[in-house]
């Protein structure tokens, strides 16, 4: 990993538990640890980085789900890290450190599949690190400061930035959904989970100071240009894009729940030094 990618891509994973792997057949505690989800669906949003001085652009080239509806677990796994070996990009995932990315890995090692750009070292860090978001970034550990704070939800994150949140209903049950062979339901559910992810990463991304709000803007209408251009195709993608209602700047100064100007408001008097 000795350069800097130039394809971002954002993921998600749907699972179902996999009885056949926990001792005696039944999960123990509240929690089902990763090597115990078969994965029923990965879906990305892959995006150019264009770079231009400090600033960098994200510019969506497709939203998908891997494989086909009736690929199975072992399929879909080859499939994505094959995928990722040959693109080696920049990760973007919400909790994957803790979900999405041991699923992935533990569950292909238990295939005997290669997962080595996963773990491959550049200057001593791999995908792995935590604290470089360079090759992972895992949004949720990052907008909640490595857990200094409480963290928020992918649905919350995006409501708050105007965008869809949850689209599809659904799924709930993901293991009724998948027992009745109602993949593509999943499928739908996962991609806009990505869909979701990506915008929030890219008001992320302006807000750290790695674009220019003109580089958001261009992330921003790339990705309504591909809902607009497959909604007729892809019914989930016609109702993202419906739902999608970006928030703007008012130019207001903040003020606080109860009217009174804060601290950062421009018309907030300073205080003389050397008073509290």
Same mark, same amino acid.
């Not at 580089?215 to 016609?238: K, P, V």
């Given at each position: 990993?000795?350069?800097?990618?130039?394809?971002?891509?954002?993921?998600?994973?749907?699972?179902?538990?996999?009885?056949?792997?926990?001792?005696?057949?039944?999960?123990?505690?509240?929690?089902?640890?990763?090597?115990?989800?078969?994965?029923?669906?990965?879906?990305? /949003?892959?995006?150019?980085?264009?770079?231009?001085?400090?600033?960098?652009?994200?510019?969506?080239?497709?939203?998908?789900?891997?494989?086909?509806? $009736?690929?199975?677990?072992?399929?879909?796994?080859?499939?994505?890290?094959?995928?990722? %070996?040959?693109? *080696?990009?920049?990760?973007?995932?919400?909790?994957?450190?803790?979900?999405?990315?041991?699923?992935?890995?533990?569950?292909?090692?238990?295939?005997?599949?290669? /997962?080595?750009?996963?773990?491959? *070292?550049?200057?001593?860090?791999?995908?792995?690190?935590?604290? #470089?978001?360079?090759?992972?970034? #895992?949004?949720?550990?990052?907008?909640? #400061?490595?857990?200094?704070?409480?963290?928020?939800?992918?649905?919350?994150?995006?409501?708050?930035?105007?965008?869809?949140? *949850?689209?599809?209903?659904?799924?709930?049950?993901?293991?009724?959904?998948?027992?009745?062979? @109602?993949?593509? $339901?999943? @499928?739908s559910y996962c991609e806009c989970d990505v869909l979701n992810l990506f915008g /929030?990463?890219?008001?992320?991304?302006?807000?750290?100071?790695?674009?220019?709000?003109?580089?958001?803007?261009?992330?921003? %209408? %790339?990705? @309504?240009?591909?809902?607009?251009?497959?909604? %007729?195709?892809?019914?989930?993608?016609?109702?993202?894009?419906? @739902?999608?209602?970006?928030?703007?700047?008012?130019?207001?100064?903040?003020?606080?729940?109860?009217?009174?100007?804060?601290?950062? #408001?421009?018309?907030?008097?300073?205080?003389?030094?050397?008073?509290?």
């Open positions: 990993m000795t350069r800097l990618p130039d394809t971002l891509l954002v993921l998600d994973v749907e699972t179902v538990v996999d009885r056949t792997s926990l001792p005696g057949g039944r999960a123990r505690g509240d929690y089902l640890k990763p090597i115990h989800h078969e994965v029923v669906a990965i879906s990305i /949003v892959r995006a150019r980085i264009e770079r231009a001085g400090r600033s960098q652009a994200f510019i969506v080239e497709e939203c998908r789900s891997g494989g086909e509806e $009736g690929f199975d677990e072992g399929r879909l796994l080859a499939g994505f890290w094959r995928f990722f %070996a040959e693109l *080696k990009p920049r990760l973007v995932t919400w909790h994957g450190r803790q979900h999405d990315m041991p699923i992935l890995s533990l569950r292909a090692m238990m295939r005997g599949l290669d /997962v080595s750009t996963w773990t491959e *070292k550049d200057q001593g860090r791999d995908y792995r690190f935590r604290y #470089d978001s360079a090759w992972h970034c #895992d949004l949720a550990d990052q907008m909640a #400061d490595y857990g200094s704070t409480l963290r928020l939800t992918l649905d919350e994150a995006a409501t708050a930035f105007g965008l869809p949140g *949850k689209v599809v209903d659904g799924p709930g049950d993901v293991e009724t959904l998948h027992r009745e062979g @109602r993949i593509a $339901g999943i @499928r /929030v990463f890219l008001h992320w991304a302006h807000s750290t100071g790695a674009s220019t709000a003109a580089d958001r803007d261009r992330g921003l %209408a %790339a990705l @309504r240009a591909l809902l607009e251009r497959d909604r %007729a195709s892809r019914r989930h993608f016609g109702a993202f894009a419906d @739902r999608w209602r970006p928030r703007r700047a008012s130019g207001r100064p903040l003020r606080s729940a109860t009217g009174r100007r804060r601290p950062g #408001d421009p018309s907030f008097p300073a205080r003389r030094a050397g008073r509290l």
